[in-house]
């Protein structure tokens, strides 16, 4: 199970209020004070609607385009054509929607802003998901997300089959060089971090062989591999076999779809990648009224 899905469970009271807070969000940031284009439409009237793919992509989203629709006017009806996760193709519609015209419009760009953003994710996660297929290796996300889209785009991670790295600072303890460094060095840094006595995992980053050699003798658990060649991962992957107490090897750092199999194929327990929430493209998508009736 991935740390998102521990927190927030899908269908969970806590999965809704996360998605409810989000939506409630967005409408407000975008329609303010009121619709006023809308306003061209009479409050009479009623559409069909659909919305529909331009490219190939993994769907995810389909929980806040709901709860986008919903919130503006909760007699929205929408039925979904596909499963959230599913591969689409172009041109291929993914739900049909009816109701109040004003509140289509309304939540248009709200709801579609989401399913773009979220399927962008999910999506690339996949891609690096199916090119590291048949070795050991876990694809992660990093905290590298959009603001106020953190859970959201770790949730779109887990959709595209990755895992989540931690969901936030609170989440986690990640040792880096500059925590190194205002320590006194790994063995300090990690008697300290012990000493919190959290239930959270705690995990130092290194920059070579030898600081590997540090963090292994200080009983870390888990180490990340902080831009290691992959000569260098194979190296680590060696030395923590041979080590007495093995560590949980990450690596990351200049890793993108044309190099990840072969890191994957060094050895490393996981691999994780600011790319895949950070350097995205909105996935295209489109809403179409198709039929009005006053």
């Not at 303010?32 to 061209?40: E, I, P, Q, R, V």
């Amino acid at each position: 199970m991935t740390l998102f899905n521990q927190h927030y469970p899908s269908g969970s009271e806590a999965f809704k209020a996360l998605v409810h807070a989000q939506a409630q969000a967005a409408l407000s940031e975008d329609i303010g004070s009121g619709d006023l284009t809308a306003l061209l439409v009479s409050d009479k009237q009623t559409v069909h609607a659909t919305i529909v793919a331009r490219e190939s992509a993994i769907i995810c989203g389909q929980d806040w385009v709901n709860a986008c629709f919903q919130l503006v006017n909760k007699n929205v009806e929408i039925s979904w054509l596909i499963n959230e996760g599913d591969r689409v193709s172009p041109d291929q519609i993914l739900c049909k929607i009816y109701g109040p015209a004003r509140a289509l419009l309304s939540a248009e760009r709200c709801a579609l802003n989401f399913l773009q953003t979220l399927s962008s994710t999910a999506t690339e996660t996949r891609k690096y998901v199916d090119t590291v297929a048949g070795t050991n290796a876990q694809i992660l996300d990093t905290r590298k997300t959009i603001p106020q889209l953190r859970l959201a785009q770790k949730y779109a991670v887990t959709v595209g089959g990755g895992h989540n790295q931690r969901l936030a600072l609170y989440d986690g303890i990640l040792i880096k060089e500059n925590h190194i460094a205002a320590a006194g060095g790994i063995q300090q840094v990690m008697q300290q971090a012990l000493a919190l006595n959290t239930d959270k995992s705690i995990q130092i980053e290194v920059e070579d062989l030898d600081q590997l050699a540090q963090a292994l003798a200080a009983d870390a658990e888990s180490i990340l591999l902080d831009n290691f060649s992959h000569d260098l991962l194979r190296a680590a992957v060696k030395m923590n076999q041979q080590s007495a107490k093995k560590a949980v090897l990450e690596a990351s750092g200049n890793i993108n779809l044309s190099n990840v199999r072969e890191v994957a194929l060094t050895g490393v327990d996981r691999i994780s990648i600011g790319a895949l929430t950070k350097n995205i493209k909105a996935i295209d998508l489109s809403m179409r009224i198709v039929d009005s009736a006053s």
